[in-house]
């Protein structure tokens, strides 16, 4: 029940129009039935201020073509992660005017708002990261910031890092993917008054165990204020970096 | 070698005061041995937003005095964790004008700025969960920022959740802590636009396996945009709540 | 907002006391907001069958007086659990109809409801893991049902098992606590037809690693339709039994 | 030996065809030797009110088809879980009136027993929980019960599960299947007084851990009265359910 | 129903004393209700060969002394293990003629049978591994067996293990406790050809994680043939051990 | 040097065809270098009592060619595990008279002995467990013992476990293979006084993670006297079952 | 900033080129900004004593052979490691003097330095660890180390490992692979007193949980003075046995 | 046997003194027999240029009191770790010219050489890591090198490292104890030539696990190099140190 149907509802019951026991019938399902929406994906965006977004991986090309176009003809827009080429071509096919990037698997169609004018530092500690960085870059520029990447940035060569430390400087929040040993967020972390939102990734071998090694890592890390998100999930980092720009964005 | 020390030496040797070579001896092991200051602490305040923090687990009384009144000398406050109810005695007694919070462990002196007027809500899920989410609200407060506390919210009864909808509405970040099933950060960020700070902590027994339950639920949780940070860590989420906020302000 | 609170609502909207808009007010609040109830103790009972019970486990004597008085005052019965000798002395101080059972660390004043008529069996594997089967044994008691213990029936000597198949087939629940090896819900759920509910516990040594193992075998089991529980958690294992129980009872 | 056989030797005792020590030697060998049985399924069923049930992963088709066979000889029916496109087939060749269901990979003749009349709510947290909710609903139709779908329930939208709050206050058992952070049992289980049968699932990605996350949460949740079975085990939640729903139907 | 008990029945149905119906009645009940006997520890030994023995953690003084009353009177012999000091002084104090070895931590009273002629050679390779490996050797001495105790062999003085060779020959079975790295079993399986049971132990620190570096290490020995137990279990070794050698004097 | 070679030395010592010094020269470098033998599988043999076996995997058809070739030359017989079918395939080309059965994956020429005349029993749990059961018989048969294979004895049956007591008890030791819960070796360890030998296998799925949930349930065993090998380790339990039977026939 | 660039800034200052405040501007950027170096991989070998080396899993064969002919072209060397025989047969086309060997999987082109004269032992323990142990010694060789290489010597047949003294005496560090239970560097550090190099492999079965079984052996290795590195990290057994060389090399 | 025995008894056999029988009686049991020495602890000098250590954990007062002074007796120096103040003071009593360090829980007498000239950089990264640290230094003291401490060097603070490169660029070895998130290793290896030899410390919180979370991360440090030993190993640290410091003066 949309708020309007319950303002016309309660009318109703006082024009005389339906009885208190069949009004009462319909409201007090509450809170549970009525909160049943015909656009769940807009409810959400009211709610947690993000879109619905759809995760490829899992579904038939059928599927995700079928849910994508119901958004985009609902929204206007969508963000579709983890497609594979093959979707992607699907996808590209039934919908022309959807861009896809490969290396973050990203596929998506129109934006999710205006530009900000909000800027995101994403830095990758590895070649083998940058996928998993790439999502969250290109997750982040569809929901309207601007992303500087910083790419092949390790500890053991933590110069490259400070090299980058004007850019890191003019970011307002940091995203920072790194495997194997996960080191990286720490030292941006020391370095700049910026959140950061660490990523670990699988890409390791040997004691990496597929990301436990980084995801620990981050946790534990000796520089307060990281935050940190799942293994390998470049999506969440840049839907959290959203919802902090958001935040002070709304802040009077 | 601080800034001012480093033009100092450039106009010595514009004027031949002292050579090329001499200069190069003591600008060369840049950046390494200039870096070196005395005074530590304010050099991480300007570079990550945060003055350092004395964990007092595992020194002794001492150690301890010694190290908060030598950083009350020179900042005219200080932030103290995990401070026992002894401990917590020895530094006041030195320090008359500290105070306690023996729920949250924390001893702290002055206040590290003025006040924000940002608001952080803080949840948690169980009575257990409690020492950790005051640790977390007595440390936002020493950092500038209001906070809301919101008690034993159990996901169980989702009701509480809701009901608290308001407050929670009217939050800048929302700090969740919650042992166990962890599940609140995810009920949580589904309802609000804020970003999510979840804090898991070890009171459960048996699957929680020390916490390693509610780490795992609260990194994979359903909702994006949440972001973890290590198992009974308050003062980490204050701190990492503390740079969402700080960013937000130093914006345009 | 209660039910009953709701249609009076309604009812006041009919007569014209209360205008559509201001009615409108307190409803459209909801989901959130009208979920506010003072007693959240006995919507739980409402919605999910079963009361609010109290963890004693880390509450301090004064609190658990506190939340015990209130609700046997709410209630006129309560259930605490993991309750150790000194708490109970306080309760039974203040609450002198209460009662005390040590093995099981339940105390407890009233019951839930009348005697259901159905009897839950609960087996435990060795002696060490009786206080586990006692807490789930005095809860199943409490919530209204008979309880039929069979003790010290291991694995390994499988007859023992067998020797009780009598006393088992006329349960309509078989609850089966064992620790080390786990292996003895998967012999039960192999002989009887009733749902057999599986309480791993952490009271072996060597490489049960706190209950790991047990858990991990009755999740593998090679019987099917074992119901598994948290590890040591009697009372959710006499929570579970109640909800099948109930089930059965209130169908036609 | 069967009971009649027992019943026939010992009257050819009292008659004296057969000695008492001829007897005792067939007798004594109990209870090892006369367990045997040519038909062990029966017995099975007998004991546990389940069917055995054909695990078809790790089968050649051509074992697979021959034990098939046999035991729709034996009892006019069957069911196959785990079955490939390609087993499936050849089942069907060899057996034409049983039928595929390939979401659910269930092969099934016949049907074990007439309807209950009773009904299992089988909710999915996300699409790619959707193959084991499948095979759960699957294997309780077969198993005579009827069966409502809930999908794609999110605890980020709680919304949709509250939703479906008429339907699920509807069913004799709710089973519920979740990867990921796993959270959905919590949440219907404080909203329900039906025993609910949760299922973890292995499809999550990062510190999923093949499935260990959503365990761990079930394992955990602070809503009491939950039942856990092994990661992705659809048909262990189906003989779950039958086998609470034959307890309350076998009461008096 | 003790065999001569099935006998004698038997016997009264061809006297015609009872009745067929009569007797199947009774022995119907077999497997499970016939299995019933009065004596449980007796039938174990018949089965297993090996005793019923008391762990004594976990059990009061009180309980400890009635169990062990019991079995004396019945067999007039028993062993318990892990007696600490005290519950040790009580059952000394009740059965006189009771011995008790503190380091091994067993208490028994009796022996099992006469001297087998057999020898089990007890390493241990670390003098915190000794607590262990006394549990073996004590356990092995009360079933019988001769021991040769070889102390403090370790791996990486790979000659103290070479120089007891000639003693480690003479044994029939050799019973190998290790912590840390847990590597002497491994080394004695490839210096004799006698069966090398395994006892890991939790004695270590760092990552040797409550001795799951030695299990690991002991179950992926390159050595053929070793039998791992559980970890600090020194009496599974002795009953092992004991297995062992039954079964060869047993042959022909 | 051979120990033939040794007395031969002090022999050319004692008649003077070799001086003292030289004769240290070559003994001297013991117990290093004098260990270097040419046929180092000889060696094993005569310590450990097991010849070297070869392990499959991993090796190139080639490199398995010539060492097997090498192996049946010196020795006239080779026992290969973990054999493919194109490497099997490979082997027989080279050796004509080498047999290879595919489910055990094992491919043999000769026999390690004469038959001993003592019977190792194999279990397996499961249908999914027969290749790592088979491994375990063929390479018991390889060693020169009797095989009695029973199969199919699931603990949720535990009838079939019981039904083949007659020819448990007929087996000097018993080798039980099982995935899943792990649960059979514990009941043969009631029921039969022999060695049990438990081998986990990784075959299932879920919470048995690649095997770990059954070799936990195996160590944690309540019935004592039961030997784990490896997961999946079929040689290595014909291995030890080889020693346990070598012991008993070489003593007096 | 390279120093030369350093130096002449400040003889531009002395000579009146540039003012102070320019340079100033310049240097001031240091600690992070004057860090930037076109050639960071020089930099990299100045501090730590190693170049950069390529780790070519992941990386496309394009990306790989720009990077690789970039680092011939500025230092006419460079050492690939994990390259696939097709990325190998890439970079060969393009580079034709480097060459390959595929069993250590490493193409290389010219050398790091001259002949260091120290010589490094690289024991492998099965024939399964041998790539790891050849992708060590072809590193180490690179690095301009001389390589012994001592393979299949297995702990349980600890002569092979003494038959080789001579040669582990002879070498300056020993490097020894190994999985399954990773007991051979425990040995060998107990022989010699030189540096051991640990390296576990992920090659073992069963509970070797993909190294962790010997990682956890060598952490927890008996014998004092072990360095473990990664699992399967031949590469990084390489690059310490070169800073172990280096370090003796430089000093008096 | 020494070598000096060996070569007497050759000298008898040539001499006519010892038969070639008698004497092969003698030698025939090498390599094992003769391997036994009466000062085991000499020869583990020999062979790993190490001395025995006491580790003082899990040994009463008394039974440390006496392996000291065996020990002292025989070489005159000893090193006693993990000793409590009432295990140091009655080594004291017994040995009056010993030396306690309390932080770093080492009792010794002696040293095991003279000074080495080389030079030991021990750095830790928090106060709770020192203890650790200082283990590490005092017995690289004993051993005869000199120590140079660098305390309180955390990643965040990144600059208190690279302040310290001259002292670390003077190092021969660099040790590095580090707890939480373990990265400082990767840190020290990225800036200096000499190995690095990381130490993980047990005394973090929450997701550190015991150490797991910085051993995880210095395995799968991002620089080359490093050589980890077991958590919380500062001994194990010294002797790595004292095995390169001496293959670097052992060579020529």
């Known amino acids: 029940m949309r708020r309007d149907q319950l303002l016309e509802l309660l009318r109703g019951v006082a024009a005389g129009d339906i009885s208190p026991d069949a009004a009462h019938e319909r409201v007090a399902r509450?809170?549970?039935?009525d909160l049943g929406v015909a656009r769940l994906d807009l409810d959400r965006e009211l709610r947690s201020?993000?879109?619905e977004v759809v995760f490829a991986q899992g579904k038939s090309d059928d599927e995700l073509v079928r849910i994508v176009e119901a958004m985009v003809a609902d929204a206007g827009r969508v963000l579709v992660t983890r497609a594979e080429p093959a979707a992607a071509e699907a996808l590209s096919a039934a919908i022309p005017d959807g861009c896809f990037e490969p290396?973050?698997?990203v596929?998506?169609?129109?934006?999710?708002g205006p530009p900000s004018g909000r800027r995101v530092a994403v830095l990758s500690a590895g070649t083998s990261d940058f996928p998993v960085a790439e999502e969250a870059a290109a997750c982040t520029e569809w929901l309207g910031h601007e992303v500087e990447r910083i790419r092949d940035v390790g500890v053991a060569g933590i110069q490259r890092a400070l090299d980058s430390i004007d850019s890191l400087r003019r970011a307002d929040v940091a995203v920072v993917v790194a495997g194997m040993d996960g080191a990286l967020p720490t030292v941006v972390a020391g370095l700049v008054p910026c959140p950061v939102v660490a990523v670990p990734t699988s890409v390791g071998y040997g004691a990496s165990f597929?990301?436990?090694a980084p995801l620990l890592t981050m946790l534990t890390a000796c520089a307060p204020g990281i935050a940190v998100v799942n293994i390998d999930n470049g999506f969440g980092a840049?839907?959290?970096a959203h919802r902090i720009l958001s935040t002070s964005i709304a802040s009077p």
Chains 1, 2, 3, 4, 5, 6, 7, 8 share one sequence.
């Open 107 to 112: 596929w998506s169609a129109g934006r999710f």
């Open 238 to 240: 840049a839907a959290l």
């Open 30 to 33: 509450l809170p549970y039935l």
């Open 103 to 105: 290396r973050a698997r």
């Open 49 to 51: 201020g993000l879109p």
């Open 210 to 212: 597929e990301g436990l």
